[in-house]
């Protein structure tokens, strides 16, 4: 995966703007990146697109801004020429596509179909737009996609909503969502530039789905963890022996003997362990990658699981891919 679809992967969601006075672009850049998404594709719905990207290009460098809509080559000559760092289009237009692959800009067109996939495959192309998401069969329709084409990651937009986001994210072969309900037009024309901001930073936590997994807890030694176990089973909570540590139900790991953390350790789940790193690292934490584990391959394929370098109230923190 290259450098750019990395920090896609890490940013988790791509805002699509709608943009007609380019004068509120830089301000919008500014309030998406407070939120946590510094990233926007920026339609060619409207005349002011181009001088949107340039504006945001010139005066927000580390935003990743990126042209949507372009349908044909001159749309795509003007947004290269204006510092669009990616092209979206919301079909597969071979014309466009050769033209961005020929100067190296990266391409992602809309697909919906095996076949549109496969056209994409030919041309180089792993990673997709799926479009419009919602209308030709969401999630479920991403999940079968993923058995025939297990090297293709995609971009779904196109209904995808506060409440629907979560459900996408969790995809394995999803790389990032685009949406606009964090951008509605009224918001912009009104330069609510706050509401814009605390939108997003619920969107940047929607596509996380941090939840609990159990708790660990630290023993002096086993029969100090089977003393704890037993107290547990007062609960209801119904012991199940290890090698290391007696579970209590799922909630509960009493460790035989001191482990990660001075009390103990938490694990949380997340749908992506490597974009929530990337997010964890803007508040200071690191992986400790002598600790991770991986769904196949050792260092090639998705974190299962990972801990964190840094301790919450005295417990370890680590990562489960959800």
């Known amino acids: 995966m290259d450098a750019m679809h990395i920090k896609m992967r890490d940013i988790g969601i791509i805002p699509v703007v709608k943009i007609d006075d380019a004068a509120k672009a830089v301000p919008l850049a500014q309030a998406l990146t407070a939120g946590g998404i510094p990233a926007a594709e920026v339609t060619f719905r409207t005349a002011a697109a181009a001088d949107a990207i340039k504006a945001i290009a010139d005066a927000c460098p580390d935003m990743l801004v990126g042209a949507g809509t372009v349908i044909n080559v001159e749309l795509a000559k003007k947004a290269i020429a204006a510092g669009a760092k990616f092209i979206v289009s919301p079909g597969f237009n071979p014309a466009v596509v050769d033209y961005c692959i020929a100067r190296n800009v990266p391409m992602i067109p809309g697909v919906s179909s095996p076949s549109q996939i496969e056209a994409g495959l030919e041309k180089g192309l792993t990673v997709l737009k799926f479009f419009p998401a919602e209308q030709s069969g969401g999630v479920s329709m991403l999940s079968a996609l993923s058995g025939p084409f297990p090297q293709v990651t995609f971009m779904p937009t196109g209904g995808i909503s506060a409440k629907n986001v979560s459900d996408y994210a969790k995809l394995k072969n999803v790389l990032a969502c685009g949406g606009s309900w964090m951008v509605k037009a009224d918001m912009i024309d009104a330069e609510d530039w706050a509401g814009i901001t605390a939108l997003c930073k619920e969107a940047v936590t929607a596509i996380h789905g941090f939840t609990f997994a159990h708790m660990g807890l630290n023993s002096a030694d086993e029969n100090d963890a089977h003393e704890t176990a037993n107290l547990f089973s007062l609960f209801g909570f119904t012991a199940k022996e290890g090698n290391s540590s007696v579970f209590c139900n799922t909630e509960f790991e009493v460790m035989k003997k001191p482990f990660r953390g001075t009390k103990g350790h ?57």
């Open 266 to 322: 938490i694990g949380l789940k997340t749908w992506n362990i490597e974009r929530a790193l990337a997010y964890l690292a803007q508040y200071g934490f690191k992986p400790v990658m002598e600790t991770a584990s991986y769904t196949g391959t050792a260092g090639s394929t998705p974190l299962k699981v990972v801990y964190l370098d840094k301790e919450i109230g005295g417990f370890a923190v680590h990562l489960i891919r959800a």
